[in-house]
Every structure is written in structure tokens, then in C-alpha cells.
T-cell receptor, first 111, second 113 residues
């Protein structure tokens, strides 16, 4: 198991702008996941990218993975007020069944 | 996909009182189960995880305990609550043998006064 560290800690943007969040980790992985948490709710799985993938899209989400730099980024395009939430990355490696979450990035989208 | 049920949704308890939070899972068998605690505005702290009935691993020393009496039931308990036990408790599940997607319950907001 290992922990991802999200950056920045907080991000405030206008509706319609793009939001980029970054994640760094320390050891090798076989996949990395991103989750969203609305205030006072449980986490919701957004997207998973495997170690042999460099980029993945899902609707307005784009995730990149650079295993040489041990980093990932989550891009939300054309953000909406409803995207206001905390976003967590979760790197996962073979043989581990624990996921350690970092402190997350708190995104605030102003209408 | 899996559905995770947690109850109660909110709980206010006095210091020194006991605690029992329950989590049940639908839609899978023999899942890995997890209890997390989240302080206000912070990340998730892994408290316990279980890979099978009666198998509990503790991540953080504390006055909390966990039990898994049935395959899809996970219980978080305390004999005597402390003020520091306040927080948002989340139960999560992954399919057996997998570590990719975690499914989370709606959480329990615990306030210890």
C-alpha cells in the first residue's frame, strides 16, 4: 500500500474554467484511481488509469499518468459549480489491498 | 457494482459512552472491508480493514475496535468514547482480491460531547 499526495491543497476557479489537480506517489504502481467527495458524503470513484496507460478520458475528465515521474494529473474541463468537491488520488500496487488516501485537493467552482 | 449501507447517518454521544456503527454490503461476496475516519476538512485515516470473516487488521492504535461477524457486515465499536473520536466515519468495500475500485458508504457523522 502507499499514499498519494495531492497538490494543490485548495483550488478556486470560475465556472467554465479548467481545473488541474496533481498527485505524486513514491513507489511503483499497477494502477492509480481518482475519487471525488462532495461535502458530508462518501467518496465516489471517478476514473482508474493503469500503469501501462498514459492518458485516459471520461466525459469532461482527463487523467494523465507519468510513471517515470511518479505523478498523475486530473483535468476537469469546462468546470461547473457542481464540480465543487474534494478530489483524492489513490495509487495501488500489486499485492497490496490497502488504499491510503492523501489529504485531497479541495476544488471550489464559483458560479 | 456494490452498494454500501451505513447507519446511523448522524450520532451525538457523550464522552465515555459506548459506540456501535454498522456497515453492510450488497452486490458482492467475500469483499475486503475498510473503516476510515475523516476529520473536518482533512483526508481519510484508515482505521481497520478485513479480508474475511473474523479477520481484522488495525492500522492505528486507539480505543476503537472492529468486528466482522458475517461476510458482508462490518462493525466499528468502542467501549468508552473520547472527544477525539469525533469525526466522519466511512465504510468501504472492494471486490475480493482486487484493489482497484473502492465503493464507499454515505458515512456516519459522530460528535462526541
Amino acid at each position: 500500500s502507499q499514499q498519494g499526495e495531492e497538490d494543490p491543497q485548495a483550488l478556486s476557479i470560475q465556472e467554465g474554467e479548467n481545473a488541474t489537480m496533481n498527485c505524486s506517489y513514491k513507489t511503483s504502481i499497477n494502477n492509480l484511481q481518482w475519487y471525488r467527495q462532495n461535502s458530508g458524503r462518501g467518496l465516489v470513484h471517478l476514473i482508474l488509469i493503469r500503469s501501462n496507460e498514459r492518458e485516459k478520458h471520461s466525459g469532461r475528465l482527463r487523467v494523465t499518468l507519468d510513471t517515470s515521474k511518479k505523478s498523475s494529473s486530473l483535468l476537469i474541463t469546462a468546470s461547473r459549480a457542481a464540480d465543487t468537491a474534494s478530489y483524492f488520488c489513490a495509487p495501488s500496487n500489486t499485492g497490496g489491498f490497502k488504499t491510503i488516501f492523501g489529504a485531497g485537493t479541495r476544488l471550489f467552482v464559483k458560479a | 457494482s456494490q452498494t454500501i449501507h451505513q447507519w446511523p447517518a448522524t450520532l451525538v454521544q457523550p464522552v465515555g459512552s459506548p459506540l456501535s456503527l454498522e456497515c453492510t454490503v450488497e452486490g458482492t461476496s467475500n469483499p475486503n472491508l475498510y473503516w476510515y475516519r475523516q476529520a473536518a476538512g482533512r483526508g481519510l485515516q484508515l482505521l481497520f480493514y478485513s479480508v474475511g470473516i473474523g479477520q481484522i487488521s488495525s492500522e492505528v492504535p486507539q480505543n476503537l475496535s472492529a468486528s466482522r461477524p458475517q461476510d458482508r457486515q462490518f462493525i466499528l465499536s468502542s467501549k468508552k468514547l473520547l472527544l477525539s473520536d469525533s469525526g466522519f466515519y466511512l465504510c468501504a468495500s472492494t471486490p475480493a482480491g482486487r484493489t482497484d475500485t473502492q465503493y464507499f458508504g454515505p458515512g456516519t457523522r459522530l460528535t462526541v460531547l
